[in-house]
């Protein structure tokens, strides 16, 4: 069996790349974090114009309707790039969560970006101060919601509000809405791992000590050997998930939350061992790495942490 991406789907990951890679996607998540959304909001419009945030919303609100293993394509490259906002909320989780409502149509042209809290496993939502539209779902209900009190991240650019429901509410698939959440996050920890690991082996090749570049010493190879394996064995992971939520396998619970665990912990080996090649340099705030670093931070608690994530997969083994 070929559990390869197929070729349109390398593209669509390469067209990602390359609208990011020129888009100054640091100065973004770093102006952000100062409260200036502006050059964020250019790169959500570029990701309009590529499509990504009308993976998951349907045809019939001029979505796309893709496959959540597409989903795990792009989400990948934005986790990457650590591309701010509430990527997770508004391109993975509202699509599902208003399956069937017009204001879908608003999310796939870009005109509308969302936000989600859904209690008890996200309780508040991310970048409601960006966000048009807040919503609180919960028990098979979704319905607006107003933002309240700020709280601080870890990362600058994921600011968390307290939220309270301020409309009525509708029918809508809470539970599947979850489990896209929990992918979508995951998706973006494994690119993360992958961008930190190659700024690693990056590094690796110019820093010296002792008057030998560091990429020379056995210990930095199998360090980063380590963090290769790490990310290599989470990322089947997270596309196997994508094929169980897809095909609505029994089995989706599971499949979705070893994706989860894997890909946090993946993710956090890359940063320890980015942090230990870069030595001091990888903790400066100048340093794009720290970006990645708070982002993988934030992420591995969102949508439920690991411990909770173990539980689960323990559950569903048991």
Known sequence: MNFEIDEQQRDFAASIDAALSAADVPAAVRAWGEGDTGPGRKVWAQLTDLG???????????????????LVVALERLGYWAVPGPVTESIAVAPILLSNDERSGALASGELIATVAMPPQAPRAVNADFAGLTLLAADGQVGDATAGAAHDSVDPARKLFDITASGDTQAADTARAYEFGVLATAAQLVGAGQAMLDQSVEYAKQRTQFGRIIGSYQAIKHKLADVHIAVELARPLVYGAALSLGEGSPDTARDVSAAKVAAADAALLAARSALQTHGAIGFTQEHDLSLSLLRVQALRSAWGDPNAHRRRLLEALS
């Not at 990504?52 to 597409?70: C, F, M, N």
């Open 52 to 70: 990504v945030t009308a993976l998951l919303v349907p045809e019939k609100y001029d979505g796309i309707d893709a496959s959540p293993v597409d």
